[in-house]
């Protein structure tokens, strides 16, 4: 029973962690409409970034469903493209430090995947 139950906490934690990024980019969004900010492109860098943390995330969960990432044991696999994800998770994190709204929601979901595209290299 006990080995059951740390089941269910481990895939309970992994989707928690795999679906928040899509739900914390959408609350920074909600933020930013809802808030008169600065003019130019500070005005529109917390939309960007949210659109790059959900454009991550789709591509992280496309290559999950495709098979290009996943698998158990010795059989793990990754694609090559991973390391320009990973790279671009990096950047999309320091580029969230930046928004002045969702500051908080944005840099948690880059965090989150980019310890998800580490997560994918690591195993492979």
Not at 72 to 87: E, K, N, P, V
Request: glycine fraction near 8%.
């Amino acid at each position: 029973m006990a080995l059951h139950a740390a089941s269910v906490i481990r895939v309970s934690i992994a989707g928690v962690w795999l679906l928040s990024p899509p739900f914390l980019a959408g609350l920074a969004l909600r933020s930013w409409r809802r808030r008169q900010g600065p003019v130019g492109w500070k005005a529109i860098w917390p939309l960007v970034t949210a659109v790059a943390v959900l454009a991550n995330w789709l591509l992280f969960i496309a290559l999950v469903f495709t098979g290009q990432i996943g698998g158990f044991g010795s059989h793990y696999m990754t694609t090559r493209l991973a390391d320009i994800f990973l790279l671009v998770s990096l950047l999309v994190l320091i580029s969230s430090f930046l928004a002045y709204v969702g500051r908080w929601q944005l840099c948690l979901a880059s965090f989150l995947m980019l310890a998800l595209w580490v997560g994918s290299e690591m195993v492979a």
